[in-house]
């Protein structure tokens, strides 16, 4: 429960403090059945959440999330950025196709624990310094406004 949170926010944060790149994959042969989350796009939300990040980015074969699916669509436009997410009704949608249900997933989650998130093109490691530049990159999931700042 809360003190295993904790245990894992010190550990990275000492690993973090440390000069250390912790990695963290799911799929891993040391994975024991307690610590099953599903899919390293939700695990990388969880932590992200954990340890409080500002920015989330997940780099896939794709460039972002489109309006419809481009592999299917040559008509299918990029969106740039997700004001705010809302996946009602949304599970049979052709936005969710491939591994981008997983994708929105985390994206909730993210921004849920105010983290911003990303999602762009692996293809070029390079384009992750244009995204902590807050350049135009792939699609930019912002942090849902508060209640009042909605009014």
């Known amino acids: ?34 610590i099953v989350i599903g899919d390293n796009d939700t695990l990388s939300a969880i932590v992200s959440a954990t340890v409080s990040a500002d920015l989330l980015i997940l780099l896939s074969d ?13 008509d299918a436009k990029l969106i740039e950025t997700v004001p705010v997410i809302s996946l009602a009704g949304d599970k ?24 911003e998130m990303v999602i762009a093109n692996g293809e070029k490691p390079e384009v992750l310094y244009d995204i902590v530049d807050g350049k135009r990159v792939g699609t930019r999931f912002l942090i849902p406004k508060s209640e009042e700042e909605l009014l």
């Open 62 to 74: 794709i460039d972002g999330l489109y309006d419809r699916d481009p592999r299917r669509d040559p």
């Open 92 to 115: 049979g949608s052709e936005l969710a196709t491939g591994g981008m249900v997983t994708k929105l997933h985390a994206a909730q989650i993210a921004t849920a624990a105010g983290c």
């Open 1 to 34: 429960g809360g003190s295993r949170k904790a245990h894992f926010h010190n550990t990275l944060a000492r690993l973090l403090e440390l000069g250390a790149l912790p990695v963290i994959n799911e799929n891993d042969t040391v994975s024991t059945d307690e």
